[in-house]
Nanobody
Framework: QVQLVETGGGLVQAGGSLTLSCAAS????????IAWFRQAPGKEREFVAC????????YYSDSVKGRFTISRDDAKNSVYLQMNRLNPEDAAIYYC???????????????WGQGTQVTVSS
């Protein structure tokens, strides 16, 4: 079973940048599509970005397209989310998740990390 651990969250001013990392415990990590989801207080979990096996495909939500970039380094069993031009609406707990298929739907993902908090001050 793949275990995922997110790091890199923190407090940033509006307009700033953060890079989140998602590290996996298994070498089979490369066989999984990886996505980032986020959940703000009182809101449902929402899709942010995903990357297919071997980095072949990437998808972004409209709210982050052009500001966030997802990438992966299978040699390091890691996926990254570079977040630029952050605004207070981006504040949430960010989760990475793994799936055998590339999808924007949370139900498709069977491996989940514990999340990392991103706070954006205005």
């Amino acid at each position: 079973q793949v275990q995922l651990v997110e790091t890199g969250g923190g407090l940033v001013q509006a307009g700033g940048s953060l890079t989140l990392s998602c590290a996996a415990s298994e070498r089979t990590f490369s066989e999984n599509a990886i996505a980032w989801f986020r959940q703000a207080p009182g809101k449902e979990r929402e899709f942010v970005a995903c990357i297919g096996q071997n980095g072949g495909s990437t998808y972004y939500s409209d709210s982050v397209k052009g500001r966030f970039t997802i990438s992966r380094d299978d040699a390091k069993n890691s996926v990254y989310l570079q977040m630029n031009r952050l605004n207070p609406e981006d504040a949430a707990i960010y989760y990475c998740a793994g799936s055998a298929v590339t999808s924007t739907l949370a139900v498709a993902y069977i491996y989940w990390g514990q999340g990392t908090q991103v706070t954006v001050s205005s």
